[in-house]
């Protein structure tokens, strides 16, 4: 399973994004598909392509369909707290500070609320192996 990186919650309007910032909401979304695919086998979920370096810039369609996997984990899992779901356009303004605050908090919701579930899970308190039927 991947690892979970921190979520950055306190964007400010002075804040600029950067290619670790968008790596980082990526793989935190990649960790949730992974833990909530434990519990909810059916959970769609859409391709966000190879991680970006500094000579890409995440485009409307990348802000998208991060989106649309908020909207995956919402719908697929349990009703979340996770904001209004926002489309970007090109050629018009692009992710803001708020934008932000808002997703990295509904991935850190996601995460507290799918680990909690993924901790309850029953399990065997011993492991059973074919030599144990003969």
Known sequence: MRE?????TNWL??????VEDHHRITSNLLFLRELAAIMYPELVWQDMGKD????????????????????NLLNGTFPAASGKLMTFYGNAPMIDYME???????????YICLTGQYKSLKTLSFVLSSDDFG
């Open 4 to 8: 979970w990186i921190k979520p950055k």
């Open 13 to 18: 309007p002075t804040d600029y994004i950067n």
């Open 52 to 71: 970006k370096t500094y000579e890409d810039i995440a485009s409307p369609d990348d802000w998208n369909t991060i989106e649309d996997n908020l909207e």
């Open 100 to 110: 932000l605050n808002r997703i990295e908090e509904a991935i850190l919701q996601f």
